[in-house]
């Protein structure tokens, strides 16, 4: 995908799926080896294991990646087809591969930014493949913010609705900083919503927290913490005023957790009103309560485990979307039954039908 897509002049850096010597499909980068290319399946994270240990172990693959990939993970219409089985009208496709490099190729931004842009050129086909069933998510680096404002521009006009964004400071300057505006209001004549993602983006923390784990792209930190990150990069887009001062943005938070957002959301204002007592006013001067602008921006995506009707009995209607993570190990095999499980007999059916579309329709403009 990322050689055919391409922009020519960065043929030679573009990504690739290779075999090693014994088998095994590796992601890489000019020829160095990132992430080993695993096809993953609901509920089997044990099979990710056993497949690691014959890799540490040096025997050979049992079969190839491409003998393994089923034709849903990849093909359009063969996912419309599941949809069809599952009972759901239409689905947020987000990238698989490109949640593991974003990172290692932060050294060469011109090539980052070429292998970004090829990825979205096949999601716009394959959304378009889609028939209005797939919305497809871009990915965009803000490391050249030039080029990130024309990928905004492509992206609107291609009728992607969603771009995953890191949420972490670009060059040591924070989301919230007024220097983004012009990204944010990129976003919003674009009609392209960031979403908020997990993703290979720089680690949250201090390194020596990481340190005893030898995973090398998803440590157990990361998966514990995975609600950090957008918590502190959306409490100071609040509390600097990006929110309030690009008002129609619209941001999503997807599978990093939805739990937290009920201790958040007090911390957070009590944290503001102490603050402002303290220095005889806030940072920036907000025109509403911090919780307002985060109920009027940003909606999260809920794992069935959390029990999402109880977050929405807290905080109500309008923050929370039904997302399964499928085919990922940590997903539901059965995106809908499965996820029904996990809700309350007696839910509302105005809370039901914003956590299985209307939020979701909110974050992406229809």
Known sequence: MWRDYIDPAFRDDALAL???????????WRGRPLYLAEVQRPARAKDIGELRMRVERGEPAEASYDELLPEEYWSPKARVARLDEWGLDAAVVLPNF????????????????????????WMAEAQQEGGGRLFGVAHLSLLDRSWALEEIRRLGETGIKLAMTAPAPVDGV????????????AFVEADVAPVFHVGNFRKLFDPAWYEPDPEPGDPLLNSIFLWAAPAVAIASMII???????????????????????????????????????????????????????????????MAYEQPGRLIDVLGDD???????????????????????FLPDDMRESARAKLFGGNIQWLLGT
């Open 319 to 341: 923050v929370f979307m039904a997302g399964s993570d499928w085919p990922h190990a940590e997903g539901i095999a059965e995106p809908v039954a499965g996820y029904e499980r």
């Open 18 to 28: 290779e075999d090693d010597s014994l088998g095994y499909t590796w992601l890489r």
């Open 174 to 185: 924070a989301l919230s900083d007024p220097s983004f505006d012009e990204v944010w209001r």
């Open 98 to 121: 490109g949640l593991i490099w974003e990172d290692q190729l932060a050294s060469d931004v011109p090539a980052l930014c070429a292998n970004l842009r090829a990825h979205n050129r």
């Open 240 to 302: 600097y005023g990006a929110f309030e001062r690009n008002p129609l943005l619209r941001v999503g938070v997807i599978e990093l957790t939805a739990s937290w957002v009920q201790e958040f959301l007090p911390t957070l204002g009590g944290a503001f009103e102490f603050y402002s007592l303290r220095h005889d006013g806030p940072p920036v001067e907000l025109s509403m309560p911090p919780s307002a602008y985060f109920f009027r921006h940003v909606r999260v995506g809920a």
